[in-house]
């Protein structure tokens, strides 16, 4: 049976969950339209060193010692063969731009909701937009989060409140990109490709990159909401950095990890795009934000994808016999995909999976 729909109107009426949060009557309980309960085997284990993601260090990556650079780039394959999640460690991105960056993006969810507003919108690609659930039809519960999307690239856009995410935003952007380049030419020699086989294949020079600041205020019973359930990125690659509070948890081995990470270091992920161009090699893996009661969280996950007219199909030269086992669609057709009730059947990979014979 289909889900039922929620219209524009309902959404674009819900307030937001600063709103909510900070509604004077001091809030005690999660209202029954954000409870959410795990399953109790889906609960994180605390962290333990054994199980935390791997680390790259990105000044071995860009080394000119050619023995570093392949330790490195041998560890990037590992790291996204066996996890799909790594911390990025060295990356020269000053760690006081990532802290202006959050703070200016604190700044505007707590401006006046009236100020916000203009930016509620329900299309895709619009290149700025904020609100809170996304869609309640296909989540099922409301979200314990507001977000910010603003598209960074190929075209820059930007807030013109407050005053300094202008500035600040271009600075960020363009150098993650240039971090993000660089380990997607490290990806590609890790699959034995030469270096800029992806960014080619991928238009890279015309991809999208989108800047995506999640707020995550304290929650009286974390346990019975959910900042943004399971899900995997669509694009090639995430980046992402957040204040000094912890919440993303990865799927790995069946059981959830909480990732700690080194304060400054970028949090990188594989997204649904690579999975697909490495015919399964690469995982596009399961996470989730999760709240906590102490304190608001701030993440800013920073998706670099294909150009919005090209589409991911396996590479030829790493089927080595296999059979693809993608068909192909334009990265934002496949975007639209993830957006729409569908993916809440099925995984939106598996729309685009050849079937077994
Ligand atoms: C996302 C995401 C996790 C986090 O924005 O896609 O997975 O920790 N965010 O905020
Ligand atoms: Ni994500």
């Known amino acids: 049976m289909a889900p039922p729909m929620t ?3 309902d959404e674009a009426e819900v ?4 709103t909510l949060t900070n509604a004077g009557a001091e809030l005690n309980s999660v209202p029954f339209e954000y409870t959410y309960i795990k399953n109790p085997k889906d609960q994180a284990n605390a962290s333990d060193p054994e199980h935390s993601i791997p680390t790259i260090d990105y000044a ?15 560890k990037l394959g590992k790291a996204c063969e066996e996890w799909g999640f790594f911390q990025v460690i060295n990356h020269g991105v000053p760690e006081n731009l990532m802290k202006s960056m959050i703070e200016a993006c604190q700044k505007f969810f707590q401006l006046p909701e009236e100020e916000k507003k203009e930016f509620q919108s329900r299309k895709l690609l619009e290149p700025i937009k904020c609100g809170t659930t996304y869609n309640f039809a296909i989540e099922k519960v409301r979200l314990w ?20 995410y202008s500035d600040i935003s271009m600075k960020f952007s363009k150098q993650t990109r240039q971090v993000a380049t660089e380990l997607l030419s490290g990806i590609s020699e890790s699959l034995g490709l030469e270096a800029e086989y992806i960014a080619k294949a991928m238009n890279w020079d015309r991809g999208l990159q989108i800047l995506a600041a999640n707020y995550y205020p304290a929650c009286p019973q974390p346990d019975q909401a959910i900042g943004i359930p399971p899900h995997t990125d669509h694009g090639l690659v995430t980046l992402l950095i957040q204040n000094e509070m912890g919440g993303l948890e990865v799927q790995h081995n069946g059981k959830w990890v909480l990732v700690d990470c080194a304060p400054g270091s970028f949090v ?3 997204g649904d795009q690579m999975q697909i161009l490495t015919n399964d090699k690469y ?3 399961w996470h989730r934000a999760v709240v906590n009661n102490r304190a608001t969280r701030i993440s800013i996950a920073v998706p670099h994808g294909p150009a919005l007219d090209t589409a991911a199909l396996p590479i030829p030269e790493l089927l080595g016999g296999e059979a693809p086992k993608f068909i192909g669609m334009s990265y934002e057709e496949f975007m639209e995909l993830q957006a729409s009730p569908a993916s809440w059947i099925r995984p939106c990979l598996d729309h685009l999976r050849v079937k077994a014979e």
């Open 60 to 74: 071995h990556l860009t080394s000119g010692s050619p023995e570093l650079r392949s330790k490195a780039i041998e």
């Open 145 to 164: 989060r507001d977000y910010l999307k603003v598209i960074a690239h190929p075209d820059f856009h930007s807030l013109q409140k407050p005053a300094e």
């Open 283 to 285: 995982k596009s893996v």
């Open 15 to 18: 307030a937001s969950i600063k």
């Open 268 to 270: 990188v992920n594989i």
């Open 7 to 9: 219209t524009v109107a």
